[in-house]
T-cell receptor, first 111, second 113 residues
Framework: GQSLEQPSEVTAVEGAIVQINCTYQTSGFYGLSWYQQHDGGAPTFLSYNALDGLEETGRFSSFLSRSDSYGYLLLQELQMKDSASYFCAVRPYTGGFKTIFGAGTRLFVKA | SQTIHQWPATLVQPVGSPLSLECTVEGTSNPNLYWYRQAAGRGLQLLFYSVGIGQISSEVPQNLSASRPQDRQFILSSKKLLLSDSGFYLC????????????FGSGTRLTVV
């Protein structure tokens, strides 16, 4: 089957760096995406890795290694507003236009 | 720019009542559209997706149905709601510019009582 694994919770302090990992089991996919969701809100698209390597967007970076079936989201200079849930997602080659989401990682940023 | 509208934001419905949630997209043509459901504190479950007018793919056998009467309109319906239908319903469209990444609507929080 196809699945993505993420830690359920991560806690970090304001100003620090945190890495949220995502490991997956899927035969092949177009790329790895990351979404942020604040309590009560809808998920918002953060980043997309089509190729192996690091993609940087401001304080956020995302990494993909297809050979290791692994990716991560890196958040730098953490701010209180970064407290949210983060989901990794892939769109497999098979299965039409469906996207599979991980169960999400709840990030708590402390002062 | 592309925008996605979803309504209502919250809904409380009795068991056995019908449901209709509407989603519309602006600024794009022939989008791929999706309905997801999210239980409290959980991940996203794909319910339906559509690649064009009248084309609906169902992912989970359930009490719900979807329709796409127009290119930019996607509707989620039920004839008789169950308690288990409670959740956060999200409409989304995907863009190849984002590698197929989703833009979600603001969601509808449905409570079936």
């Amino acid at each position: 089957g196809q699945s993505l694994e993420q830690p359920s919770e991560v806690t970090a302090v304001e100003g620090a760096i945190v890495q949220i990992n995502c490991t997956y089991q899927t035969s092949g996919f177009y790329g790895l995406s990351w979404y942020q969701q604040h309590d009560g809100g809808a998920p918002t698209f953060l980043s997309y890795n089509a190729l192996d390597g690091l993609e940087e967007t401001g304080r956020f970076s995302s990494f993909l290694s297809r050979s290791d079936s692994y990716g991560y989201l890196l958040l730098q200079e953490l701010q209180m507003k970064d407290s949210a849930s983060y989901f990794c997602a892939v769109r497999p080659y098979t299965g039409g236009f469906k996207t599979i989401f991980g169960a999400g990682t709840r990030l708590f940023v402390k002062a | 720019s592309q925008t996605i509208h979803q309504w209502p934001a919250t809904l409380v419905q009795p068991v056995g009542s019908p449901l209709s949630l509407e989603c519309t997209v602006e600024g794009t043509s022939n989008p791929n559209l999706y309905w997801y459901r999210q239980a409290a504190g959980r991940g996203l479950q794909l319910l339906f997706y559509s690649v064009g007018i009248g084309q609906i793919s169902s992912e989970v056998p359930q009490n719900l149905s979807a329709s796409r009467p127009q290119d930019r309109q996607f509707i989620l319906s039920s004839k008789k709601l169950l308690l288990s239908d409670s959740g956060f319903y999200l409409c989304a469209w995907s863009s190849e510019r984002q590698g197929g990444g989703y833009t979600f609507g603001s969601g509808t929080r449905l409570t079936v009582v």
